[in-house]
């Protein structure tokens, strides 16, 4: 620390004056007054002023930077763990910011004496070296696992002695330990440019340039202490704020590439996402697509299956009947046969349109556009009708089940208005048990004689009237008398 002091001219005599200064320190830390210099005040006042900007202000600018820096580092670190350069740029720092305020500190700090002091200079010292060689090298991606362990058992060792060492070793094995701690910096300062011409980085780069530049400014600066100390220059001051900006860009170069490196894979992510849906999307219209043409193939197969076995069976009946038939058919005959095969052609149109329809919700939704249709006929031809349906399902049936029923209702309705005379009706559905479902149509006409009717194969409606519950697995019941007729569905339902 330049200290100044302004003695009176009438405190001076003529001739020689002497003036004594009682400097109270450590021998073994070569303490002393320094280099000295006497003169007028205003000579003298401007070296003074150079000598503080240079061993003051400059220090404290590089300690405060230093410290801005290990901040910036640790933070940038801790988010990302991944970037070991940041970790040891971190230690770095710390440890210059802490050796630095050793330095610039005048009294010894948190009550420590001047040799502890000395200790703890000469560690901080020490590992500050040993990070700096690891934070250049990871600047580079480089590893040396058996001279990074080397270098950390010496300065474990040294660190051991340093705390232990008697106090009258100090004054040669502090010197000792600058010169290793040096020795290893100047080290790294020779080879790291090696090292940067083999990976050809800017940071990498920049980074050698800032060590061969401490190399020129070191030999310069000990030419000068051990020449002339006192009308010599010393640079070492001035390369600290100009050391700390090269860093800064050092780091910011390696930032900005992380974060160009984050941009492109978000990039490339994006595109390969975009490109993963565009396939996704094109193979799921391909699917689709093939679904569709699957769907359609199987409902033409399924058309075609229908066509032959139900109305190609009744062609070939019908063709065989025509042809082993010994004598002429008649009119009512043929019309049989037509019906019939107009019955079959609808039950497979219904077939294939009952896969696109839902089930009602009700029984009574179920049943009422058929009630609609043949109360209107009823109350024209003075016929009384009762429909009884229940509230809701109990097992709700299939969509074709529903369709089934509802031709078997018309077509027993239909009759009734064609052939029985009745004068009332009944229609019900209702559930004997929980897994059957019945439906009746009563009428009060004047009957038929059933077995004779389905022995002559001339009644079109009850042969499509149990082609169609067979389809679904029901049972049909007729019995018919004078008076009274009963059409009875049986379906034992499975729940679904």
């Known amino acids: 620390m330049p200290r100044y002091w302004n003695i009176p001219a009438s405190a001076l005599q003529q001739g020689e004056n002497i003036i004594w200064i009682r400097v109270v320190a450590v021998t073994t830390q070569s303490s002393g007054i320094g280099h000295v210099l006497l003169g007028d005040?205003?000579?003298i006042m401007p070296k003074y002023q150079k000598f503080w900007h240079e061993q003051r202000v400059l220090l404290f600018f590089n300690l405060i930077a230093s410290l801005v820096l290990t901040i910036v580092a640790l933070l940038v670190w801790l988010f990302r763990r991944k970037e070991h350069m940041f970790g040891w740029f971190t230690l770095t720092s710390l440890f210059w910011v802490l050796f630095i305020t050793t330095v610039v500190t005048t009294e010894p700090l948190f009550g420590f004496s001047t040799l502890q002091?000395?200790?703890?200079?000469?560690?901080?010292?020490?590992?500050?070296?040993l990070c700096f060689c690891l934070y250049a090298w990871r600047i580079a991606h480089r590893t040396f696992p058996r001279i990074e362990k080397s270098l950390l058992i010496l300065a474990i060792t040294n660190t051991i002695i340093a705390i232990f060492v008697p106090d009258s070793s100090l004054q040669w094995f502090l010197p000792l330990c600058f010169f290793i701690a040096t020795f290893i910096l100047f080290a790294n300062f020779l080879t790291f440019p090696f090292i940067a011409i083999k990976v050809k980085q800017t940071e990498s780069t920049l980074l050698a340039i800032i060590f061969i530049f401490y190399l020129v400014i070191t030999i310069h600066d000990l030419n000068v202490l051990l020449t002339s100390p006192a009308q010599g220059q010393m640079l070492f001051y001035y390369t600290s704020p100009l050391t700390t900006l090269l860093i800064a860009i050092i780091l910011a170069i390696r930032l900005t590439k992380n974060v160009k490196h984050i941009e492109k894979f978000n990039k490339i992510l994006n595109d390969t996402v975009i490109k993963a849906q565009n396939d996704l999307t094109t193979s799921l219209n391909q699917q689709h697509q093939l679904e569709l043409e699957n769907t359609k193939l199987q409902e033409r197969m399924s058309l075609a299956h229908d066509l032959h076995d139900s109305l190609g069976s009744s062609l070939v009946r019908s063709i065989a009947m025509i042809d082993q038939s010994r004598d002429n058919l008649t009119n009512p005959q043929?019309?049989?046969?037509?019906?019939l095969l107009r019955n079959d052609l609808r039950q497979i149109i219904d077939s294939g349109s009952s896969s696109g329809t839902k089930t009602p919700e009700t029984p009574k939704i179920w049943g009422a556009e058929i009630r609609y249709r043949f109360e209107q006929i009823f109350d024209e031809l003075e016929i009384e009708s009762i429909w009884l349906f229940p509230d809701q399902w109990q097992n709700q049936p299939l969509t074709l089940e529903c369709?089934?029923?509802?031709?078997?209702?018309?077509?027993?309705?239909?009759?009734?208005?064609?052939?029985?005379q009745a004068k009332?009706?009944?229609?019900e559905l209702f559930y004997p048990d929980c897994q059957s479902l019945v439906i009746e149509i009563e009428d009060d006409g004047i009957g038929f004689d059933v077995a004779a009717a389905i022995q002559s194969g001339i009644s079109v409606g009850l042969r499509s009237m149990q082609v169609r519950l067979e389809k679904i697995q029901a049972n049909l019941d007729i019995q018919s008398q004078?008076?009274?007729?009963l059409i009875r569905v049986v379906k034992r339902q499975t729940t679904l």
């Open 117 to 129: 002091i000395a200790r703890i200079n000469i560690i901080l010292f020490l590992y500050f070296c």
């Open 424 to 427: 009332n009706v009944r229609v």
């Open 482 to 485: 004078r008076g009274k007729t």
């Open 334 to 339: 043929f019309l049989s046969m037509l019906k």
């Open 41 to 43: 005040s205003s000579q």
């Open 403 to 420: 369709l089934t029923y509802l031709r078997v209702i018309e077509e027993t309705l239909t009759n009734i208005l064609k052939h029985s």
